[in-house]
């Protein structure tokens, strides 16, 4: 594959950032997402060319959001037309993101990259992992739909209508499971076109929301099996290099919609930035991210020692460890450990293979999860502290799940509510 100057120095400095980032491997197989938007117009370029450098097995999946009516189906057409081009394996997935959204009481950005990442991985196991419990294998139902490979049906004639999840509107609103992808290990990744600029926007949202140090990481290189190649491209070089390549892309009429908290960063913050205080504020946010990613990972690995230390024989903290940890550490410790048991206790729920891919897209989809936020964090910090300066004997505090944390004899645990307090 011929590539002109300005692309294949764009193209090397991608390849560059992924041996960098380990983000794509010989011989393992990618998933990449593609909108047919520039950005994944020419991810998909790169990861053509790229799997003639080093030689992995790609497919390219599609997800038809249902939103722009005939304008998202030519959509689809055309991607599925420059994979055939190609001969490039070719998937597509249609979900009414709109309904799922109201049914859920979900925003459709919110909904719509939930249904994205969970389609995406579950293409991934029926290509690459055969997976006989995979979601796509016959279970009726008529909210998801998968589509096609290279343009012929991959299931059998007599299932055109295989289902994406067996979900009912009920499941999806009463769900309240943890459920996350990205800590699964899989045997392949899935490729996103997410480039510079989306992680100043992402930055720039977390900032608005007074998010803590991980929240300023914004996104990352690699986010358990996701990987993003263009992470440190500029959009306006992705622009640049498909001109100069010759490719064609649609544009999205959403993507300049103001009914979008991202679509308004992107058009009134970042240029109101650049206009105010007279520079791009866009290598600057990435570059924050970047420091924020090795104070994050610095923070985290001592907080899981602390947790250790912490622990007392019957898997309980010592309220006066925690409390003689700096305050900052000692809120990472309390997370951990509500996140640590509260994935045990939800493991013990699912008592086979085949439930877990059943629940699988409510526990993607539905974001009443298992919460803990700075807020839970400061309580119980703030009770366990009362307790260790005497002020109180024992306290509990209700948390998100179904869980009570319990301050009592010196000890901090967490109990569900089918438990009885001992």
């Known amino acids: 594959m011929h590539l002109p100057r300005g692309t294949y120095r764009l193209f090397s400095k991608v390849a560059r950032f992924c041996v960098a980032h380990q983000l794509i491997e010989p011989g393992r ?37 249902m939103i722009r009516g005939e304008e998202a189906d030519l959509d689809e057409s055309f991607v599925q037309a420059c994979c055939q081009e190609r001969l490039i394996p070719f998937e597509s997935v249609t979900a009414p993101i709109e309904d799922i959204a109201r049914e859920t009481n979900r925003g459709v950005e919110e909904t719509g990259r939930a249904v994205r990442r969970a389609a ?66 899989t045997t392949f990744d899935v490729a996103l076109g997410h480039h510079m600029d989306d ?24 986010d358990g099996c996701f990987v993003r190649p263009f992470l440190d491209v500029r959009l306006e ?22 009914d979008y908290l991202r ?4 058009q009134i913050l970042v240029p109101a930035w650049r206009d105010v205080l007279g520079y ?30 912490a622990r ?36 013990q729920d699912i008592t086979c293979e085949k439930d877990r891919h059943e629940l699988l897209m409510t526990d993607i989809l539905m974001t009443d999860r298992v919460t803990f936020s700075a807020y839970h964090a400061v309580s119980i910090l703030d009770l366990i502290c009362r307790v260790d300066a005497g002020e109180t004997t024992e306290g509990a505090l209700d948390l998100p799940g179904g869980w009570t944390v319990h301050a009592k004899n010196g000890r901090l645990f967490l109990l569900h509510k089918k438990e009885n307090v001992t």
């Open 29 to 65: 197989p990618v998933v990449a997402g593609v909108s047919g938007g520039v950005d994944s117009m020419m991810l998909l370029e790169f990861l053509h060319w790229y799997s003639e450098q080093i030689d992995f097995p790609l497919v390219i999946c599609h997800i038809n959001h």
């Open 120 to 185: 995406l991985i579950e293409i991934g196991r029926r290509y690459y992992e055969g997976d006989p419990l995979s979601l796509f294998n016959g279970i009726p139902n008529d909210v998801y739909q998968v589509g096609k490979i290279s343009g012929e049906d991959v299931h059998d004639k007599d299932n055109d209508a295989c289902s994406f999840a067996k979900t009912s509107n009920d499941d999806l609103k009463d769900s309240n499971r943890v459920g996350a992808l990205t800590d699964e290990i």
């Open 199 to 222: 992680r100043a926007e992402s930055i720039l949202m977390h900032i608005g929301r007074g998010s803590g140090i991980a929240g300023l990481v914004g996104i990352r290189p690699r």
């Open 237 to 258: 070089e992705l622009i640049a290099s498909a001109k100069e390549l010759g490719v064609v892309w649609r544009e999205d009429a959403t993507n300049v919609s103001s």
């Open 263 to 266: 679509n308004r960063i992107r």
């Open 280 to 309: 791009d504020p866009v290598p600057r946010l990435a570059s924050l991210g970047d420091l924020a990613a090795g104070d994050e990972e610095t923070l985290s690995i001592f907080a899981k020692r602390a947790l250790v230390e």
């Open 312 to 347: 007392l024989p019957d898997q309980s903290l010592s309220i006066a460890a925690i409390c003689a940890l700096p305050r900052g550490l000692a809120l990472r410790v309390l997370r951990l450990f509500f996140e640590e048991k509260a994935e045990s206790g939800e493991s």
